[in-house]
């Protein structure tokens, strides 16, 4: 009969610093762990196990609801359309890079690294992903044709560079500077989230308490479910709640990383409603405008954004080859106390 050998979990003090989590104890995956473990052990409960699956299962309903509106008929061949399938192409990519991150991550020190690299430029490219739409269907009636909406998709792009940029750089204060790394990462997300929004700030600013006599300023609910979604993720994602209050309570179900995974997955179904909605509302109104975005500016931005955060994660993984292995922050073997568990 033939049978898989699940790999063996480990307590928090006995793997190396570079794989503690705040506030998860147990159910840590070996740190030399071959690719067949890594795969083997989403099967398994644990402390990564919900990580995994809350953006895998993601991956496909953004993928089929691409699809879905892809295959629609005359869809595809009218621009109107284009920047919003641009828009779910990174919405696809995100969770799917996430899941592979959280799978693999415990391959070794730096294939930890290395993952989390990509996971970051993929959020960089999710975040460009998103300009897209707001500067084609959601810009307030007095931006439109501005400066600010002229240079909105161009800015996003910047923007995604200095995402990968500063969260890549953050994994290498993580054991030095902890405050700090958590001051950047969180800087490199909340930034591109702001500027994205600014349309929709704005336009909330002009209809707060005039509700019904917003005309196209008007924001749909999922517009505010979505911004509901960022503020809990970017909450989850800070304070580490539960599992800072009760070490140990969480660590396989309920903890802040598989909560912000859900919220994050949530908000991007939410702005994907509150996309559609500004599609189908402001329509008739844009018909009447020159379009803000053209196919070949759109390629040429998308293709450029792809190439400069791919050498940026590049540059930092070749630092992260050329780095010492007595470095800490490659430091893979256990240490001394689980050592000693392990001989006793």
Avoid at 68 to 91: K, M, Q, R, T, V
């Amino acid at each position: 009969m033939l049978s898989l050998k699940l790999p063996q979990l480990l307590q928090v003090h006995q793997v190396p610093r570079v794989f503690w989590e705040d506030g998860i104890v147990s159910g840590y995956r070996r740190p030399t762990s071959s690719a067949l473990d890594c795969v083997l052990s989403s099967f398994q409960m644990t402390n990564e196990t919900v990580n995994i699956w809350t953006h895998f299962l993601p991956t496909w309903y953004f993928l089929w609801r691409l699809l879905a509106l892809a295959g629609g008929p005359g869809f595809l061949s009218e621009p109107y359309h284009w920047p919003l399938l641009i828009f779910l192409l990174p919405a696809c990519l995100y969770p799917f890079a996430s899941c592979c991150a959280h799978t693999f991550s415990s391959m070794s020190p730096r294939a930890r690294h290395i993952c989390y690299f990509l996971d970051y430029g993929a959020l960089s490219l999710y975040s460009l992903g998103c300009a897209f739409p707001y500067a084609a269907y959601s810009m307030p009636t007095s931006w439109l044709h501005g400066p600010l909406h002229q240079l909105f998709v161009p800015a996003a792009a910047l923007n995604s560079f200095l995402c990968t940029g500063l969260a890549c750089y953050s994994r290498f204060l993580e054991l030095e500077s902890p405050r700090l790394c958590k001051v950047l990462r969180t800087t490199a997300f909340a930034h591109p989230f702001l500027f994205d929004n600014l349309p929709l700030f704005y336009r909330l600013g002009l209809c707060w308490g005039r509700a019904h006599h917003c005309g196209q300023e008007a924001l749909s609910p999922s517009h505010s479910y979505h911004l509901l979604c960022a503020l809990l993720t970017a909450f989850l994602f800070t304070s580490h709640l539960p599992e800072r209050l009760a070490p140990g309570r969480f660590d396989y179900i309920g903890h802040s990383h598989q909560l912000f995974h859900i919220c994050a997955v949530l908000g991007t179904h939410f702005q994907l409603e509150a996309v559609l909605a500004d599609m189908g509302t402001r329509r008739t109104w844009l018909a009447a405008l020159p379009p803000a975005l053209s196919l070949g500016g759109m390629a040429a931005t998308l293709g450029l954004a792809v190439a400069g955060n791919l050498l940026i994660i590049a540059s930092f993984t070749a630092a992260l080859l050329r780095a010492p292995s007595s470095c800490p922050l490659l430091q893979g073997c256990l240490p001394e106390e689980g050592t000693r568990d392990k001989q006793q």
